[in-house]
């Protein structure tokens, strides 16, 4: 059932764009940026169709903001959704490409308590040739125990989120 039938659909969760600049200098000839835009879709079940109109309308935004422009940009953050889901494979069609597509199953490629991998980093054309590869990681941290609810069970002693930091290097050098 779709939960908020008959409701207007917007990005439940506004999308932050911060632009980094790096002047020249620091061994390069010429200044660099890049763009990252932080995300965090709509979360629960029964929520893929919410998570596909917000991934339409942030590559709308893009669109309007960047198109015809080669700029560095990387969209991060809480998915919500694998990287198979159609909420995911859509920004593919905006030439944005997950970084960690050979992704080990288990324990060392998962990004939330659940066991799931919802937390992703998608690159464009672009940014591709600069990330370092194999660099991708997901950080150990302080989590609850697993097979316990996540969702009741209360965190401990220096827990940070349910969500674990996932990484990469970037060699910030248009190439």
Same mark, same amino acid.
Do not use: C
């Given at each position: 059932?779709?939960?908020?039938?008959?409701?207007?659909?917007?990005?439940?969760?506004?999308?932050?764009?911060?632009?980094?600049?790096?002047?020249?200098?620091?061994?390069?000839?010429?200044?660099?940026?890049?763009?990252?835009?932080v995300?965090?879709?709509?979360?629960?079940? /029964?929520?893929?169709?919410?998570?596909?109109?917000?991934?339409?309308?942030?590559?709308?935004?893009?669109?309007?903001?960047?198109?015809g422009?080669?700029?560095?940009?990387?969209?991060?953050?809480?998915?919500?959704?694998?990287?198979?889901?159609?909420?995911?494979?859509?920004? /593919?069609?905006?030439?944005?490409?997950?970084?960690?597509?050979?992704?080990?199953?288990?324990?060392?490629g998962k990004?939330?308590?659940?066991?799931?991998?919802?937390?992703?980093?998608?690159?464009?054309?672009?940014?591709r040739?600069?990330?370092?590869?194999?660099?991708?990681?997901?950080?150990?941290?302080?989590?609850?125990?697993?097979?316990?609810?996540?969702?009741?069970?209360?965190?401990?002693?220096?827990?940070?989120?349910d969500?674990?930091?996932?990484?990469?290097?970037?060699?910030?050098?248009?190439?």
């Amino acid at each position: 059932p779709i939960r908020y039938a008959g409701e207007p659909i917007l990005l439940r969760r506004s999308p932050l764009f911060a632009t980094i600049a790096v002047p020249a200098g620091f061994g390069r000839p010429e200044p660099y940026e890049l763009t990252v835009i932080v995300v965090h879709h709509k979360s629960g079940r /029964g929520n893929d169709y919410w998570r596909e109109a917000e991934s339409k309308g942030l590559m709308e935004l893009i669109e309007k903001h960047y198109s015809g422009r080669d700029k560095n940009i990387a969209i991060l953050g809480d998915f919500n959704a694998r990287p198979d889901d159609t909420s995911v494979t859509m920004y /593919g069609g905006a030439g944005f490409r997950d970084v960690w597509t050979d992704r080990p199953r288990g324990d060392l490629g998962k990004t939330h308590e659940s066991g799931r991998a919802i937390d992703l980093i998608l690159v464009n054309e672009a940014l591709r040739a600069e990330v370092i590869p194999g660099s991708e990681f997901v950080l150990g941290t302080t989590s609850r125990p697993e097979g316990v609810d996540w969702r009741s069970y209360a965190p401990p002693a220096g827990y940070a989120a349910d969500h674990y930091p996932f990484s990469i290097d970037l060699r910030p050098v248009d190439q």
